[in-house]
């Protein structure tokens, strides 16, 4: 297969993300044009006197600057942070099937995330239910961690391993809340909403909680790229190249965790963007990771804003739950990808 270079890739798909992060807000149960939504932006960024606030109704400034520009914002920032958490930890375990909950930090941030809708905590304030999901994970992280660690040193077989078993166990005792509680249908059925993944009813809070973390994250992954292309090759031929290998893996593992518990807790289980989406750019321009991790975040964002313009229009008034749009879009995608990965073995 041709590879693109990186400057073409990102000639390519940060328009599309532009132009698609433009639909997501013009699309929807009341469109509007784009010059609607220009006038609201000058209005709420520029200073007074750049434009007419009269121009505009305020229920089309409440429906671009309220409810359908954050929701943009926090699919990008959420695509952006599991596509990148995604390539790292197919780095990791050297495996382009590795995903990132396979250490137990979706799982963790879903019990944590149930707790907080079964004692009402969520009513508390708009920021309870990502904040406790946030820290969930990464407790779920170092449980994961502590486990598999003996002596110091981490085998990324016995970590993945600890991190399947710990996440079972974590997913079944949030399912055990939620049958407990399943008399109560309200709280159920937010919980269930929350585990299938979805942007409805997301808030500049939720803007400012979740892309400060993705941003560090996105900064932090980047920087150990050369460490992660000498991990590619194999531990010990890390080790004899100087990379103190547990240290990186404790970098790496706690990066990926802060980008997939950030993600998250704003946008419950979104499953295949972390796996498709890294996959499919390693296959377009090559697996080094100071080309492959900035690529990653853009395409992302965009396949993720795609999937909620889809959620929310395949099926007006209702939305179809984004985790369920992720998984139709993504699944084909990787099995064409399989197959194809298959066919050229073959051969």
């Given at each position: ?108 941030a879903v019990l944590g995330a149930v707790v ?42 016995t970590l993945l391993l600890s991190g399947i ?32 993944g979805g942007l409805e009813s997301r808030t ?144």
């Amino acid at each position: 297969m041709t590879r693109l270079s990186p400057l073409v890739f990102h000639a390519f798909v940060l328009p599309l993300l532009a132009l698609l992060a433009l639909a997501g807000v013009l699309i929807g149960s009341a469109p509007l044009g784009w010059l609607v939504v220009l006038h609201v932006l000058v209005i709420k960024m520029l200073p007074t006197g750049w434009s007419d606030p009269s121009s505009v109704s305020s229920a089309e400034q409440a429906i671009v600057w309220l409810i359908r520009l954050p929701r943009v914002f926090v699919a990008a920032v959420v695509g952006a942070g599991l596509a990148t958490a995604g390539a790292m930890m197919q780095s990791l375990f050297r495996n382009p099937l590795a995903d990132p909950g396979l250490t137990g930090v979706g799982p963790g941030a879903v019990l944590g995330a149930v707790v907080v809708f079964v004692t009402g905590w969520s009513t508390i304030s708009v920021v309870a239910l990502p904040f406790t999901a946030i820290i969930s994970a990464l407790l779920a992280l170092v449980l994961v961690y502590a486990v598999a660690t003996r002596a110091g040193v981490t085998p990324t077989t016995t970590l993945l391993l600890s991190g399947i078993a710990i996440g079972a166990f974590l997913t079944a005792t949030a399912s055990l809340l939620l049958s407990l509680n399943v008399v109560t249908w309200q709280v159920a059925q937010e919980i269930v909403f929350w585990t299938m993944g979805g942007l409805e009813s997301r808030t500049w809070a939720h803007v400012w909680l979740s892309a400060p973390l993705v941003g560090i994250g996105l900064v932090s992954a980047w920087l150990q790229s050369g460490t992660m292309d000498v991990l590619l090759l194999g531990e010990p031929h890390a080790a004899s190249r100087g990379v103190d290998v547990e240290g990186a893996k404790r970098i790496l593992l706690f990066t990926a965790a802060l980008l997939t518990g950030a993600s998250v807790a704003v946008a419950g289980l979104i499953g295949f963007v972390g796996l498709v989406v890294p996959h499919g750019v390693r296959l377009l321009i090559g697996p080094r990771h100071r080309t492959l991790l900035p690529a990653a975040a853009p395409a992302g964002a965009a396949f993720l804003i795609a999937c909620d313009i889809a959620a929310r229009t395949a099926r007006p008034p209702a939305e179809i739950r984004l985790g369920v749009v992720t998984a139709l879009c993504g699944a084909p995608i990787f099995l064409v990808i399989l197959l194809k990965r298959l066919r050229g073995d073959a051969r």
